[in-house]
């Protein structure tokens, strides 16, 4: 099994935090938000991860993460250029899951 977390969008429900921080990286009591749903799929057993996120945060994402080493889990980030919806970053990890099966969540379910 694969996961994968979607991180894109813009946050505009949250503004003006998401103005200079995505809204998946906000701390929620002692950690980054993106890590709740990240350690769900963790227990889970999955350890093969793809983080869909938007062009400019795929740097934070990187910084944060890496590439998932520090964690025992191989982390690939997917950039959605535009924000097209939920179904548009299922399809544009079509390469990353191949025939595998998923587990598909979203970067701010906590």
């Known amino acids: 099994m694969k996961g994968v977390i979607l991180a894109g969008g813009s946050g505009t429900r949250l503004y003006p935090t998401t103005r200079v921080m995505n809204k998946h990286l906000i701390p929620i009591y002692d950690k980054p938000m993106i890590y709740y749903p990240l350690s769900v799929v963790m227990m889970l057993g999955v350890r093969d991860v793809a983080i869909v996120v938007n062009p400019s945060d795929v740097e934070n994402f990187t910084r944060l993460f890496g590439h998932g080493e520090r964690l025992g889990m191989h982390i690939e980030y997917v950039v959605q250029e535009q924000p097209k919806g939920l ?23 906590i």
């Open 87 to 109: 179904a548009e970053g299922l399809i544009l990890t079509e390469n990353f899951i191949g025939n595998d099966t998923v587990c598909y969540m979203l970067g701010d379910n």
